[in-house]
């Protein structure tokens, strides 16, 4: 079993991360499994160190302990900066393609965005063919028509909730997506615990899993709760655990 506590530093956290910490941290020690630390930078395109040294300063104020990932802000851009990785998932990416992951190349910006957009794609580069010129285009995955995704109890229309999500942003660098789910392939992931907010990424993570051999995103423990407190030291109930996610493809036309 592992749990891992994946904050972004793109700001200074707030409640609803602190929530996920305690949540997070709570079932780590119930379940007597180790708990591992891992900043999620690799898109962070807002980085700043004070983002991490208030990563390190808030679990330490919350006396959580980990086993896995660095505990200070050197030993973390040194070592652990998923910056590090970007030929990692490069190279995870190509793999997935290869197994039959399809996608394809986009050239929308965010300002030329005109009427219905496929989760960002409103010109239709679906069908274009375009060559992906990593640093130049954006490449997308080609979600089915009509995916439905298990997440636990939920069914998350996958293409509604989200369409042809980005795999490799126009800056050359790995979308939040595809890291999560390589990272959590990496370190066997089995108890993914997130804000609600981050329910359709669940999603979106199940639906490439088979892709990238991540059969533990597939197969884990989903912990989706809401972003507020509901007051203090509240503990986790079992109802608010769910099972293992599961993908359905809709037909894809
Ligand atoms: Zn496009």
Known sequence: MLLRLAPTPSGFLH???RRNFAIT??????????????????DAARYRREY??????TL???EIEW??????????????SQRHRTDHYRSELIAARAHGLRTY?????????????IGGCSAGCRDRAIEWKPGENTLRVQVPRGSMIEVGDALVPLD???????????????????????????????HIVRGLDLLTSSAAQIYLAPFVDA???????????????DGEGQKLSKSTMAGPGSVKDGDDR
Do not use: K
């Not at 086993?67 to 652990?80: K, L």
């Not at 990272?183 to 089995?190: F, N």
């Open 15 to 17: 409640e609803g991360n």
């Open 25 to 42: 941290a709570e079932l780590a020690r119930e379940l007597g499994a180790p708990l591992a630390l891992r900043i999620d930078d690799a």
């Open 52 to 57: 991490v040294e208030d990563v390190f300063a």
């Open 60 to 62: 330490r104020a919350m």
């Open 67 to 80: 086993q896995i990932g660095p505990h200070d802000v050197a030993e973390f851009e040194a070592h652990w």
């Open 105 to 117: 190349a986009c050239t929308c910006s965010r300002r030329t965005q005109i009427g219905p957009a």
């Open 160 to 190: 509604e909730a989200m369409g042809d999500f980005v795999l490799w942003r126009r800056d050359d660098l790995p979308s939040y997506q595809l890291v999560s789910v390589v990272e959590d392939r990496d370190l066997r992931t089995t």
């Open 215 to 229: 059969d533990n995103v597939v197969r884990a423990t989903y912990v989706h709760h809401d972003l507020v407190t």
